[in-house]
């Protein structure tokens, strides 16, 4: 962070980085998209259905696009309460999605999102319902340019109407329309960059050095500040999140504390950090760890038998992986390795081709994942037993380490032995308790063994924030209609068990980060004053500098603890505090 740049360079790499999103938000991700809606035209007699607690409305319609967009219907009255419950149904009355909406006392033209593929040609139903409210949704006569099948009240077919609205679909662009944007960007960028060039070499004493730091500062100031200051306008006076002067209040305090964290984030020294900058090694051992909760979180979350058997070759898969980057490059590249990899990969060639379902059967394509993952697994574990008999080939034992059996082995030894008796017929137990001893084997250097704990701790870390990312994005904490917040799990029980697992794991990252900035001293910063004398740290600010993100994190977990209101988050948070 603190080497320098010239100011040109700096320029031509964010130019280039603006391009790269340009040209990806093109292709391949398609963000770039058209708007289709169906509307019907006001041709005949308006009439307004009353939707409260014992009459709901049900418009079934066929899907046009891939992309489902929205639906917009017209609310002309609410008659009590404020919001409303709308539903999305495939043709077997299965609930695709549901969502509840703030209406207000006035009504309008309410938009649903729904942002969802369906299948072209499929009849899906859109169910509205009330949300301890009374409304009036007004409906026309059919237009045969609308593709809707019938509206129903109560079950009851409601001949020649169908809701006043719109059935909007999102299309992507033409691939004449997304090549010609994507040339104009090029040639915009070209020009960008040669202006930028031509410039600095007229005037080479403007192109000054900068770290990178303030290059980044100087970028970042900015868009964090247009990105709060827009949310802050659409909290109030917009009134875009909810029109209650107390909800507002609570999302502009959350507004602030999240601005506040983030320019501090940009702009903190980190003279008093202690720790390392991350290995490349270590940033993927962190995402494996991330990508393990979440294969266990899936677990969890599945449904059916071939769900939980998908999600344990999964884990499995990236736990052998993250054993497999403790090993050195000679453990992995050499004769013995070359050797092997070919049969096991035949190997596993005629275990799928065995084990193939085809088409016809039932669930194929999930029986199918599971085989091939399975054959994933055994490939891994294979270099890994070669890598082992390599290493006593070599060394005609293991490297020396401290084999002592300590507190924490025999607790680990305990809990092996009981994952595998109270296993519930699953075979998970042997799964897990196998690669956490072939992970565990693979410490038994202390090098690697210090290496650990960051990996780990940068992991579950990860997968909480991106877990935390998601809820905002997609689960919604919903608690004018449910007091529990389940996070990304189907019961509270098992969000109060994960948020548990990442409280403790919080309390010790901050615990040790206490304790080893226990004894920081006072020190000079690198920033210099107005008189040219460098700024003085305290001893107090140099703990605050190292120790604010593990708060932060600690904050958080314990906040959506206290979401869930289970009594198993209430007394571990308890218990930790």
């Not at 040339?183 to 770290?211: C, T």
């Amino acid at each position: 962070m603190r080497n320098t740049i010239h100011k040109s360079e700096a320029i031509r790499i964010i130019l280039g980085i603006l391009f790269l999103l340009a040209i990806l938000a093109f292709y391949p991700f398609r963000l770039l998209t058209g708007k289709i809606a169906f509307s019907p035209k006001e041709s005949g007699r308006v009439s307004v259905m009353r939707v409260n607690g014992s009459r709901d409305l049900r418009q079934r319609f066929h899907a046009q696009y891939e992309g489902l967009s929205e639906i917009e219907v017209e609310i002309p009255q609410v008659n009590a309460g404020k919001y409303l419950y709308a539903a999305l149904l495939d043709e077997n009355g299965e609930t695709l999605l549901d969502r509840y909406l703030l209406i207000g006392s006035q009504g309008g033209r309410v938009s649903i999102p729904i942002g969802e593929k369906v299948e072209v040609g499929k009849v899906y139903t859109l169910l509205l319902k009330d949300c301890f409210s009374e409304y009036e949704v007004r409906t026309l006569p059919i237009d045969p340019s609308v593709p809707t099948e019938g509206l129903l009240q109560n079950g009851e077919v409601q001949e020649g109407r169908e809701l006043a609205g719109a059935f909007v679909y999102s299309v992507p662009l033409s691939k004449k329309t997304t090549l010609l944007g994507m040339a104009i960007l090029a040639l915009l960028f070209l020009v960008l960059q040669a202006g930028v060039s031509r410039y600095y070499k007229r005037f080479p004493e403007k192109d000054a050095l900068y770290s990178v730091k303030k290059v980044l500062r100087t970028v970042l100031y900015p868009l964090l500040a247009v990105f709060f200051c827009t949310l802050f306008l659409l909290n109030f006076p917009g009134k875009a999140f909810d029109d209650r002067w107390g909800d507002l209040l609570f999302y502009g305090i959350g507004i602030l504390i999240t601005a506040l964290l983030s320019f501090y984030a940009v702009g903190h020294e980190t003279f008093g950090t202690l720790q390392k900058k991350p290995t490349l090694k270590q940033v993927a051992g962190a995402i494996l760890i991330a990508l393990s909760l979440q294969f266990a979180c899936e677990y969890v979350n599945g449904l059916y038998d071939i769900n939980h058997s998908i999600a344990e070759r999964k884990l499995m898969i990236s736990l052998l992986l993250l054993s497999l980057l403790t090993c050195k490059a000679d453990e992995i590249c050499n004769r013995f390795q070359a050797i092997v990899i070919p049969f096991l990969g035949l190997g596993a060639l005629l275990y799928c081709r065995q084990n193939w379902m085809i088409a016809s059967q039932k669930e194929y394509e999930l029986h199918n994942t599971a085989t091939m993952l399975t054959a994933v697994c055994a490939v891994l574990i294979g270099i890994l037993v070669v890598s082992f008999f390599k290493t006593l080939v070599y060394r005609h034992q293991l490297p020396k380490a401290d084999s002592r059996l300590n507190l924490f082995g025999i607790l680990c030894l305990l809990l092996s032995a009981l994952l595998i008796l109270f296993r519930n017929t699953r075979w998970w137990g042997f799964a897990l308790v196998f690669a956490y001893g072939v992970y565990a084997g693979r410490l038994r250097d202390s090098e690697r063994r210090e290496e650990a704990l960051p990996v780990l701790a940068g992991g579950l870390q990860l997968h909480f924030y991106a877990s935390v990312l998601y809820c905002m994005l997609f689960r919604l904490f919903t608690g004018f209609v449910f007091a529990r917040f389940s996070f990304t799990f189907h019961t509270v029980t098992i969000t109060a068990q994960y948020l548990t697992m990442m409280e403790a794991a919080a309390a010790c990252f901050l615990i040790d980060k206490i304790r080893r900035t226990e004894f920081l001293e006072p020190q000079t910063d690198l920033r210099r004053k107005r008189d040219g004398s460098f700024v003085s740290l305290s001893r107090w600010k140099r703990r605050w500098k190292s120790l604010w993100k593990e708060f932060v994190f600690f904050g958080c977990v314990g906040a959506y603890g206290i979401f869930t209101m289970s009594r198993t988050a209430y007394f571990s948070v308890a218990m930790v505090l």
